[in-house]
């Protein structure tokens, strides 16, 4: 198994050349706003304007309060087959392309490699990674902010705070099947034995990194589909990066593109593989620096 994983190991995607090139923004040049909120979106025509109404109005008003503060919602359609791209480019003609960017893949890459695009054209201190369902309260960044700052002193500006929603636990089993219940214990067990044993919920798409947290973990980033978070967390525990876990508010919405069996069967093999590759040096973690 270890020398399957080592053989089959991809190398780490390239950024996009536009990035290196200078001509679109960069996660390597200074930060120029407060806040980026990156939104990885596929197929989400529907679910998509709940969300986007929601966290554009918190911004809005935020900004309003205190006019220091500066946002960029930038949208990663991933290869949608649907509305999507217009949907958000509707978005960009309302509020301007300076607060709403759109960026279209032209094949689907995963939420992992959607989010990676983001990352690396954000222009913010600290990025936000937010799912496009809307499923995490939008207002909820405090919370997440306030977890960020509990961890200062950030050595060498790291620090990363995740949205958990490990303390909602019970309620969700009496819902969820036995076999569903099953597949959830055996992931979880996974990501603590293998990979990341300090963070309960490392699935929630509500996280908060410095800028310098999200330059390092994800130019090592390799996972671009559903276990990219625990590489990204992995990555993290490595570099020694702090982290924290803040309980928020979630709701289910219908909709989600992870099919409860298969896609719970490739993060497992993921899971494994990450630990393997890392192990087995396949994979090798890289120090960058910002411009």
């Known amino acids: 198994i270890c020398a399957i994983a080592h053989v089959t190991a991809k190398t780490m995607p390239q950024e996009d050349s536009e990035c290196r090139k200078g001509s679109a923004p960069s996660i390597h040049d200074p930060a120029t706003r407060e806040l980026s909120v990156v939104v990885p979106s596929y197929n989400e025509e529907d679910r998509l304007p709940l969300m986007m109404d929601e966290a554009l109005d918190y911004l809005e008003k ?10 960029e919602v930038i949208v990663v359609n991933d290869g949608s ?21 759109v960026i279209s893949l032209e094949k689907n890459r995963g939420k992992g490699g959607a989010v990676r695009t983001g990352v690396f054209s954000s222009r913010g201190k600290k990025i936000l990674m937010a799912d496009a369902d809307g499923a995490t309260k939008f207002a909820d960044i405090e919370k997440v902010e306030e977890g960020l700052k509990s961890l200062g002193p950030w050595p060498k500006d790291m620090a990363i705070s995740c949205g958990s929603r490990a303390h909602l636990e019970k309620d969700s089993i009496a819902k969820r099947s036995y076999f569903r219940t099953l597949l959830m214990y055996g992931f979880h067990f996974l990501v603590w034995f293998l990979c990341v044993k300090e963070i309960r919920d490392t699935q929630c798409g509500f996280k908060l990194l410095t800028r310098e947290a999200a330059l390092q973990t994800f130019s090592n980033l390799h996972i671009e589909r559903w276990a990219f978070d625990v590489e990204l967390l992995y990555i993290a525990q490595r570099l020694k990066i702090p982290v924290a876990e803040v309980a928020v508010n979630w709701t289910e919405i219908e909709g ?10 490739q993060m497992g093999r993921d899971l494994l593989f990450i630990r393997l590759r890392y192990m087995t040096g396949a994979w090798k973690l890289e120090a960058k620096k910002c411009n």
Do not use: E, I, N
């Open 62 to 71: 935020r900004q309003k309060r205190d006019p220091s503060f500066s946002y």
């Open 81 to 101: 087959k649907d509305q999507t791209a217009k949907v958000a480019k509707d978005y960009c003609k309302k509020y301007g392309s300076d607060k709403v960017r």
């Open 256 to 265: 989600s593109k992870l099919v409860p069996f298969w896609s719970w069967l």
